[in-house]
């Protein structure tokens, strides 16, 4: 995984430098690093945020990822830190296969699980450690991670980096994502302070 090109973004919330990382084969869908103000002398605020195409950009209530996503960029826009964007879409299974198991919780019940179960897949296909190959080239060796998910904790450590502090991060509750944050609780091990 190597840096192909970094350039200076504009937001609402504030100025991030962002930074596109791909290999040969993938050069396409970089995964990105949105960061701002980091200091690595000292532990650096780090979200790290899967892809959700319906949720951070068309803002779906399906689930609370553009919320998060946001909060997380008007926070690192204060306190300095960065945002590690991975191009795992669905938790890995990608668009098309999310819009189908979405068609499938619709038109059968099941939740997110068993619907991607349902269409041959893992519950959640997702992996870390390019997020960890990310925080190395930062220099990063002490965080304060945005997370609910425990796996991601998990794999920041294995990977040799401390995480000094888990920070809540928090999306909005709707009618249409309600069922998506119990099973997130009660079924993936996701800590509750989920809303």
């Known amino acids: 995984m190597n840096l ?8 609402k919330w504030g100025n991030f430098t962002l930074h596109a990382f791909s290999d040969l084969s993938d050069e396409l869908m970089p995964h990105l690093a949105i960061a701002s103000k980091i200091d690595n002398t000292r532990p650096v605020l780090v979200r790290i945020h899967s892809e959700c195409f319906t949720g951070d950009l068309l803002g779906s209530t399906r689930c ?12 690192i826009a204060e306190k300095g830190g960065v945002i590690i964007y991975l191009r795992q879409e669905g938790r890995g299974i990608g668009l098309i296969n999310k819009m189908k198991a979405y068609n499938i919780q619709d038109e059968e019940g099941l ?10 897949f893992e ?27 425990p796996e991601k904790i998990h794999f920041v450590k294995k990977g040799g980096i401390k995480v000094i502090e888990r920070i809540p991060i928090k999306g909005k509750r709707y009618k249409e994502n ?10 993936m091990g996701h800590f509750p302070d989920l809303t």
Request: proline share 3%; hydrophobic share 35%; aromatic share 6%.
């Open 111 to 120: 939740n997110t699980i068993d619907a991607n179960v349902h269409l041959g």
């Open 4 to 11: 192909q090109v970094k350039t200076n973004i504009p937001t």
């Open 64 to 75: 609370d990822c553009g919320d998060q996503l946001k909060n997380s960029m008007a926070l």
């Open 123 to 149: 519950p959640d296909e997702r992996s870390y450690e390019i997020a960890v190959e990310i925080l190395k080239y930062f220099e990063i060796e002490k965080v304060k991670l945005m997370t609910n998910n």
């Open 178 to 187: 309600e069922e998506y944050l119990k099973v997130k609780k009660d079924l």
